[in-house]
């Protein structure tokens, strides 16, 4: 139980465009999903909180503009990256609480890469 | 963001040792948690831990939740060439909405 899953699971774009992330809980459903961005030998860090039904919650320093949260079901939540550039390209990571401790389990990462 | 601090940053052990990593922070956390990343892939949870002092085991592995509530350790014996990998600690505190703060992680090379 608890598998998370994403796709891509990589993604190449040219500079200018979007990309779209998504983020799906493949055994459970989840209310709450997380976004984590993580450059190379560096640590996790939370973009932003993806409440089911309601607005994402950023965290400081993040542009809801440029970074689109939609979290409309309770196993879907998706990240689109709007008018990406090469400083975006990163591994980027969802995550779900899960059960009554509302521990995060995590997806397999996307790689994004933007020439 | 805030991050916690961890220590060793990396370390190369032989295969069979023990190995002993450690995560401090200047806040208190209500649970302490520890994952494993592998290259190119998203973090899996290892051990977590929800009250101060408490001790759990899982395997070969063995994570202590600080009395201070602000460090957490972990502990990996007769290390095998599989447990190479980061290994991140994360802290929640329960009125932080759930929300994780990651440690800076501890590169393991285990060699033959």
């Known amino acids: 139980g608890a598998v998370v899953s994403q796709h891509p699971s990589w993604v190449i774009c040219k500079s200018g465009t979007s990309v779209k992330i998504e983020c799906r809980s493949l055994?459970?459903?989840?209310?709450?999903m997380f976004w984590y961005r993580q450059f190379p030998k560096q640590s996790l860090m939370l973009m932003a909180t993806?409440?089911?039904?309601?607005?994402?919650?950023?965290e400081q320093g993040v542009e809801k503009d440029k970074f689109l949260i939609n979290h409309a079901s309770l196993t879907l939540s998706t990240l689109t990256v709007t008018s990406a550039h090469p400083e975006d390209s990163s591994f980027y990571i969802c995550?779900?609480?899960?059960?009554?401790?509302?521990?995060?389990?995590f997806g397999p990462g996307t790689r994004l890469t933007v020439t | 963001g805030q991050q916690l601090n961890q220590s060793p940053q990396s370390m190369f052990i032989q295969e069979g040792e023990d190995v002993s990593m450690n995560c401090t922070s200047s806040?208190?956390?209500?649970?302490w948690l520890w994952y494993k990343q592998d290259p190119g892939e998203g973090p899996v949870l290892l051990i977590a831990?929800?009250?101060?002092?408490e001790l759990t085991s899982n395997g070969r592995l063995t994570a202590q939740f600080g009395i201070t509530r602000k460090d957490s350790f972990l502990n990996i014996s007769a290390s095998i060439p599989c447990d190479v990998g980061i290994y991140f600690c994360?802290?929640?505190?329960?009125?932080?909405?759930?929300?994780?703060?990651f440690g800076t992680g501890t590169r393991l090379q285990v060699t033959l």
């Open positions: 806040s208190i956390f209500n649970t």
């Open positions: 055994d459970f459903q989840a209310t709450t």
């Open positions: 993806s409440n089911e039904g309601s607005k994402a919650t950023y």
């Open positions: 994360a802290g929640r505190d329960t009125g932080t909405a759930s929300k994780l703060t």
């Open positions: 831990l929800y009250k101060a002092g």
């Open positions: 995550s779900a609480r899960v059960g009554q401790r509302r521990e995060q389990y």
